[in-house]
């Protein structure tokens, strides 16, 4: 197998963080994450990756939309919210620094900007998961602003203008990772984000329990967060030689218009061998079919967000 593996610094020569000549020293006595508040910049565009079907490519979408956004200059935080810890794992970021991770947020035990460690990528951040994010729900049951936790810790944080590391730029999106399934941790997700962005497998049931995540989305729209919207639907594993995959398409676009992105993220084994090396797709093989589908879709985001903006 050929190595097609990029120089993670490579994908963004112009990132402070690549050009920034921080020493190993220098960044260990400083705090990673420090607050512009002065600053003119937009506030961060908060995007939650749901669907409580196992399994569809959130995580993946996560990873590698957060990676194709630092790649074009944005700069991105993906926070794992699911005790799976895959986004982590498919980050690079080793157990052990893990030791401040979403929990800490969530329960307010640290604040955001303490829980953020630095990837391999430059202007991409995350916020990691650990084990104990699997009893955060139990733990929360009678807490006060149970559904509320995350966007109380979010939205100190966002509001400051955000940089991290030795950049010089703030953070423009938050993408979340979300387990699968419409508990707690999703629903301060939903209460904590601008916007959600449902990833569907091209498959037969593709289209079963959208309903319910859709019910979910109004119900949190009418109750928890006025501002919830749907960013929009990526279709992913899409199989060009399989019948059901453009069916499954054309369904899904006759079902959501024009919500759904013009982007359609191939299946592709460079895609799902990737996490197992710590490496997002587009570090592990740049040229791949899926890394590029990645790319358009990240340029296609960014185009929606700046009509939106304008509007
Ligand atoms: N475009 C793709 N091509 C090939 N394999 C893919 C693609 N996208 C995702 N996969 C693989 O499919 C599996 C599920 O993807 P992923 O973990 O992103 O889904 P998920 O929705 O986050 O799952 P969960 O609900 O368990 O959190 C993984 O093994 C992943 O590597
Ligand atoms: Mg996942």
Do not use: W
Not at 144 to 165: E, T, Y
């Amino acid at each position: 197998m050929s190595d097609q593996s990029q120089d993670p610094k490579k994908l963004n020569q112009n990132n402070g963080l690549a050009s920034s000549g921080q020493t190993e020293n220098e960044a260990e006595s400083k705090p990673y994450v420090r607050f512009d508040s002065g600053q003119t910049a937009a506030k961060p565009r908060i995007i939650v990756m749901a669907n409580q079907k196992g399994g569809v490519g959130k995580t993946t979408t996560a990873i590698n939309l957060g990676t194709a956004l630092a790649a074009v200059g944005e700069r991105v935080l993906v926070l794992d919210l699911d005790p799976q810890g895959n986004a982590s794992t498919g980050l690079g970021i080793d157990h052990s620094q893990r030791s401040r991770s979403s929990y800490h947020a969530l329960t307010g035990d640290f604040p955001v900007a303490e829980c953020i460690v630095p990837t391999a990528i430059p202007g991409l951040h995350v916020v990691p998961s650990s084990f104990d994010l699997s009893g955060a729900e139990l733990e929360l049951v009678d807490a006060p602003r149970r559904s509320f936790r995350l966007k109380d810790a979010l939205s100190d944080f966002v509001n400051q203008g955000p940089v991290c590391g030795g950049d010089a730029k703030p953070i423009s999106y938050v993408l979340i990772d979300c387990p699968p399934s419409l508990n707690l941790l999703t629903l301060n997700a939903m209460t904590a984000a601008d916007a959600v962005l449902v990833p569907l497998q091209c498959e037969f049931f593709a289209l079963e329990g959208l309903s319910q995540l859709m019910r979910t989305v109004n119900l949190v729209k009418s109750s928890l967060n006025r501002r919830l919207e749907i960013q929009g639907v990526v279709l992913t594993m899409y199989d060009a030689r399989n019948n059901l995959s453009s069916q499954v398409a054309q369904d899904v676009r006759d079902h959501f218009g024009d919500k759904v992105y013009r982007t359609v993220i191939p299946r592709n084994v460079r895609v799902s061998e990737a996490p197992s090396h710590g490496k997002p797709a587009l570090v592990y093989d740049y040229r791949c079919a899926g890394s590029q589908a990645y790319i358009k879709l990240a340029s296609e985001i960014i185009r929606r967000e700046n009509a939106l903006r304008a509007a």
